[in-house]
């Protein structure tokens, strides 16, 4: 069981190249986020996506554009990258477990460096 | 979103118990409180969730004080593994209206040999 899976994991881009996240979950999970982690900070939410075909912005969504292609799959672009867009990058799923709760299952994370 | 406050660190000894302790005192009565850990150069984990009751895991303990201010997280036995940040998240019932999990800084767990 693969849980959370994201491509690639390191990436270095020049300022203005453009370039997409990938990730796949195969827990039969409905809704997917991606977050970013600064250095030293908490993960912010970019992105997310409650069920297939639906799609709304997080605390921090400028820059990006996301797209759900299926259940399977949340994608993260970035259509014209700049040096504040460094980061590392974390897609989740999530189902409802015990009495309604929410649980996240993250991915090993994507680290970007924008040159 | 209920704020919380967290120790910036924490030291332990390997194979003592861990009491990581957190302030939500803004929490609703809808809120849970979850804990997810973040080991390094990974991303975060579940480690356990409760909304009134203490609650057991094969991973942690947790407590939760009765008016549901606060909260700790128990670890009975640290490993060297458990070296990690830990963030306390209130979080609405189904997720709420947007279903993610807003991060705080965390408690960093370091523990010593």
């Known amino acids: 069981n693969a849980g959370v899976t994201q491509t690639p994991k390191f990436q270095v881009l020049k300022t203005g190249q453009s370039m997409t996240l990938q990730c796949a979950q195969d827990?039969?999970?409905?809704?997917m986020y991606w977050y970013r982690q600064d250095p030293g900070m908490g993960l912010r939410l970019i992105y997310y996506?409650?069920?297939?075909?639906?799609?709304d912005k997080g605390e921090v969504p400028n820059g990006y554009n996301v797209s759900r292609l299926n259940k399977r799959e949340f994608s993260l672009r970035l259509e014209s990258a700049a040096p504040s867009q460094t980061s590392v990058y974390f897609c989740?799923?999530?189902?409802?477990?015990?009495?309604?709760?929410?649980?996240?299952?993250f991915g090993a994370g994507s680290r970007l460096t924008v040159l | 979103d209920a704020k919380t406050t967290q120790p910036n660190s924490m030291e332990s000894n390997e194979e003592e118990p861990v009491h990581l302790p957190c302030n939500h005192s803004?929490?609703?009565?809808?809120?849970?409180i979850h804990w997810y850990r973040q080991l390094p150069s990974q991303g975060p984990e579940y480690v356990i969730h409760?909304?009134?009751s203490n609650v057991n895991n094969r991973m942690a303990s947790l407590a939760i004080a009765e008016d549901r201010k606060s909260s700790t997280l128990i670890l009975h036995r640290a490993t060297l593994r458990d070296a990690a940040v830990y963030y306390c998240?209130?979080?609405?019932?189904?997720?709420?209206?947007?279903?993610?999990?807003?991060f705080g800084k965390g408690t960093k767990l370091s523990v010593k040999p």
């Open positions: 989740a799923s999530s189902e409802i477990v015990r009495e309604g709760a929410n649980v996240l299952t």
């Open positions: 827990m039969n999970h409905n809704s």
């Open positions: 996506s409650a069920s297939e075909g639906t799609t």
């Open positions: 803004t929490i609703s009565g809808t809120d849970y």
């Open positions: 409760g909304l009134t």
């Open positions: 998240i209130p979080r609405p019932i189904y997720g709420g209206s947007q279903g993610n999990l807003i």
